[in-house]
């Protein structure tokens, strides 16, 4: 069956930069997207990037300086590195298979917190 | 980019009640491909989203026909029908025509 797991440090020091691993099963990379979203405590949902099947990038023009998204298809995993991380960065972390029916399988999702 | 406007904020319900919820984009999501990219998401308390309703009315796999989307342009609705207490959480509808894809800021159904 369909799944993500989203993995990678719970704390991150600000300025630092954060490392993030989807890990997908149940379907190919290179017949889906894959997305990031993210959502802070308490708060909305923030569309980040995706990773398109064919190997292109989007990015949230808002986070596109300091955000970049690659993939090890041998692996099936999508790779997220956001840089300058500040306390407003601290939330949940999702990735999310897109397609014709978008967002239609999610991740658990990640806490990261961005503390000194 | 595309302001999502949801309203209510919160919205109270009986069980076995009928809710309405409204979502705004500021500009059309007619894509230039004749579709308009429309979709309603439910996340309940301490879970990952769920899609509903993708391109403005079309179920997902599984979900109720309690469930249903309607509108066209910038202005769409999901009805839900005799409420049930798993359909409680948060809404969010989500806009994937223009990027940056922007989500609504949520709407929390809970009991009244």
């Known amino acids: 069956q369909v799944q993500l797991k989203e993995s990678g440090p719970g704390l991150v020091q600000p300025s630092q930069t954060l490392s993030l691993t989807c890990t997908v099963s149940?379907?190919?990379?290179?017949?889906?997207?894959v997305h990031w979203v993210r959502q802070p405590p308490g708060k909305g949902l923030e569309w980040m990037g995706r990773m398109r099947y064919n190997g292109d990038t989007s990015y949230n023009s808002a986070l596109k300086s300091r955000l970049s998204i690659s993939r090890d298809t041998s692996k099936n995993q999508v790779f997220l590195k956001m840089n300058s991380l500040q306390t407003d960065d601290t939330g949940t972390y999702y990735c999310?298979?897109?397609?014709?029916?978008?967002?239609?399988?999610w991740g658990q999702g990640v806490m990261v917190t961005v503390s000194s | 980019d595309v302001l999502m406007t949801q309203t209510p904020v919160s919205l109270p319900v009986s069980l076995g009640g009928q809710v309405s919820i409204s979502c705004r984009s500021s500009?059309?999501?007619?894509?230039?491909?004749?579709?308009?990219?429309l979709h309603w998401y439910l996340q309940k308390p301490g879970q990952s989203p769920q899609l509903l309703i993708y391109r403005v009315s079309n179920r997902f796999s599984g979900v109720p026909d309690r469930f249903s989307g309607s509108g066209s342009g910038t202005d769409f609705t999901l009805k839900i029908s005799r409420v049930e207490p798993e359909d409680l959480g948060v809404y969010y509808c989500l806009q994937s025509t223009h990027f940056p894809y922007t989500f609504g800021a949520g709407t929390k159904l809970e009991l009244k």
């Open positions: 149940g379907f190919s990379l290179t017949s889906y997207n």
């Open positions: 999310t298979r897109g397609g014709k029916q978008p967002f239609d399988y």
């Open positions: 500009q059309s999501l007619v894509h230039s491909d004749g579709n308009t990219y």
